[in-house]
């Protein structure tokens, strides 16, 4: 059974710094691509990073700069640092993991994915 658990999560002021973590288990992903997607209250899921099976990474244009994506293959973990975070931030981040394996395009969509965290709520203050 696959399963893909985030923590990190929290309350943080406008400004400040967070690390999510998301670990899976049940099968490894070191070939293929994992991802952050965010859904805040009333609003669809979003895209907000992938990383590749070869360390690639892409972002939205909203978090370019400010957040960075990384995996441990060993750990079969991926991890996204957030800095400078803002109130529109505020939102459950959900970690993704799948589609094609030894991918060589941007998975940027829901539906790229086959595997889905459970989420953690990020809470930005102003």
């Known amino acids: 059974q696959v399963q893909l658990v985030e923590s990190g999560g929290g309350l943080v002021q406008a400004g400040g710094s967070l690390r999510l973590s998301c670990a899976a288990s049940?099968?490894?992903?070191?070939?293929?691509?994992m991802g952050w997607f965010r859904q805040a209250p009333g609003k669809e899921r979003e895209f907000v990073s992938t990383?590749?099976?070869?360390?690639?990474?892409n972002y939205a244009d909203s978090v370019k700069g400010r957040f960075t994506v990384s995996r441990d293959n060993a750990k079969n973990t991926v991890y996204l640092e957030m800095n400078s975070l803002k109130s529109e931030g505020t939102a459950v981040y959900y970690c993704?993991?799948?589609?094609?394996?030894?991918?060589?395009?941007?998975?940027?969509?829901?539906?790229?994915?086959?595997?889905w965290g459970q989420g953690t709520q990020v809470t930005v203050s102003s």
């Open positions: 993704a993991a799948g589609g094609r394996r030894y991918g060589s395009t941007w998975q940027r969509r829901v539906g790229d994915y086959d595997y």
């Open positions: 049940g099968r490894t992903f070191s070939s293929y691509a």
């Open positions: 990383i590749r099976w070869s360390g690639s990474t």
